[in-house]
């Protein structure tokens, strides 16, 4: 049996749309619910909060950059033996690049392509009716979706629900709950968004804590009952996301190396790979049965010195390069490269397997989606292959090298395409992050 599913939207960021999805999904979980969640858009924090809310993974819906197939194969996937989806929206809710109808990147697309209900996270701080008209905006501007109802956040007082919940009332929509602004109930941040789920101190007690204050403050029965039935638009199995770059991968994996898309990772299990994790800070070296390493990206820059100093990896590291592919993602090509600068201005020494040096004291925020065609043949695919993915890093390339570029990259807003990368020998590393082949111009 399929999910029913719903997905939590706001009409902007910061709203509390990710504090009010754990809740739901931790309170419908602690009712005895088989709850999935998922992620729209590109991110690679958040759905690891909901595999610890749910105790079930969570996986990413990009409309953008994957395919209706791809769509439904992963929605299909987190669908079966569930018994209700909680999907997380992306920044506002129509918020979108210039792209194919359906395929803008906007959370309003996953809505409208999988028949899930909408649940609008409002925050009223600083008004009161006036958010029904906010609300109402919303309910109007896209005829494919369709609000079910409102949780109005960041309440002052009693007085203040009553006023902003007047103000819904009078646009026809159902209010499910309202919370009050609440620090406490408010998730540790850092540069790239939250603290990562398996850094988060007291990450259970913290999501019991949410579950409880959602539970006391928003109908559960309404919100589950709003839910609707999940629509796979394709039928039949998707082509995995990217093609594994071996048989036995050797990934990196710790607090440093943790940005890995699960639709990847269950792609590469799909063809038959097998993934090896190692854990460049516990100073281990990639496993030598594998045939191909995958640095990810994550948070090389608050541990430069610590992988400076972790010989067996590096050491290990460059021999395995001698022989097998390597290839880096944004922390993961700087690590390759042959420096990194870290936020005090200190320079540490890296694989030096690219020549290309990098700084996080030149800070400066790159974030958006990409297109990729490769240059040469690489971890990624083989040349002339087209790849849809992001960037969203603070690091800085202070000396790109004389290696030649991996890729030539452009934006969906008519950019003119540009190198991007590193390769050398068999070694790989780019900023950008790959999320699926690229089926379209």
């Keep these: 049996m399929t999910a029913r599913g719903l997905l939590v939207a706001a009409p902007r960021s910061g709203s509390g749309k990710t504090t009010i999805t754990l809740g739901l999904q931790r309170a419908l ?9 998922l992620k729209c858009g590109p991110d690679y924090i958040d759905p690891a909060f909901h595999a610890a809310a749910t105790g079930a993974a969570s996986a990413n819906l990009d409309s953008y950059a994957m395919s209706d197939a791809l769509l439904a194969g992963i929605a299909g996937t987190a669908a079966q033996d ?28 996953i809505a409208a392509l999988l028949g899930w209900p909408v649940v609008l996270v409002v925050d009223v701080s600083g008004q009161a009716q006036s958010a029904g008209a906010v609300a109402l905006g919303c309910k109007l501007y896209d005829p494919r979706i369709r609000i079910a109802g409102v949780i109005l956040n960041k309440v002052a007082s009693e007085r203040h629900r009553r006023l902003a919940a007047a103000g819904m009332e009078r646009i026809g929509l159902p209010v499910f709950g309202a ?18 789920a398996g850094e988060t101190d007291d990450l259970h007690a913290r999501l019991d804590a949410l579950a409880e204050a959602v539970a006391s403050a928003v109908d559960l029965d309404a919100v589950v009952a709003a839910a609707g039935a999940t629509m796979l638009p394709v039928s039949g199995e998707a082509a995995p996301a990217l093609p594994a770059p071996g048989k036995r991968i050797a990934i990196a994996r ?20 097998e993934l090896r994790p190692f854990s460049p800070l516990a100073d281990e070296a990639p496993p030598e049965e594998c045939d191909a390493c995958w640095l990810p990206g994550g948070y090389p ?37 042959r420096s990194l600068t870290d936020a005090d201005g200190v320079s540490h020494a890296m694989a030096g397997l690219l020549s290309v040096e990098t700084s ?27 790849l849809s993915g992001h960037e969203f890093h603070y690091a800085s390339i202070v000396s790109q090298g004389d290696d030649p570029p991996l890729a030539v990259v452009s934006d969906p807003h008519g950019s003119a395409p540009v190198p991007a990368g590193s390769r050398r020998g068999l070694v790989t590393g780019s900023f950008f992050h790959a999320v699926a082949a690229r089926t379209k111009p």
């Excluded at 018994?83 to 309003?108: N, Q, R, Y």
């Excluded at 004291?361 to 292959?385: H, I, Q, T």
Aim: hydrophobic share 40%; with cysteine.
């Design 179 to 196: 919370l009050p602004r609440e620090a406490s109930l408010i998730l540790p941040e850092r540069h790239l968004g939250l603290v990562q």
């Design 29 to 37: 979980t602690r009712r005895g619910l088989a709850v999935r969640g």
């Design 82 to 109: 569930a018994d209700v989806i909680v999907a997380e929206g992306s920044m506002g809710l129509f918020d979108a690049v210039p792209g194919p109808e359906g395929h803008t990147g906007a959370s309003a697309d």
């Design 254 to 273: 710790d607090s440093a190396f943790s940005f890995v898309y699960p639709h990847v990772e269950a792609g590469w299990r799909a063809q038959g790979a």
């Design 360 to 386: 996080f004291a030149k800070r400066k925020m790159n974030l958006g989606y990409r297109n990729a065609v490769l240059e040469a043949d690489c971890p990624l695919g083989a040349a002339g292959a087209r």
């Design 301 to 337: 820059e608050l541990h430069a010195g610590r992988i400076a100093s972790a010989s067996r990896f590096l050491d290990g590291l460059r021999a395995f390069a001698r022989t097998r592919p390597v290839h880096g993602e944004c922390g993961g090509y700087m690590v390759l490269g």
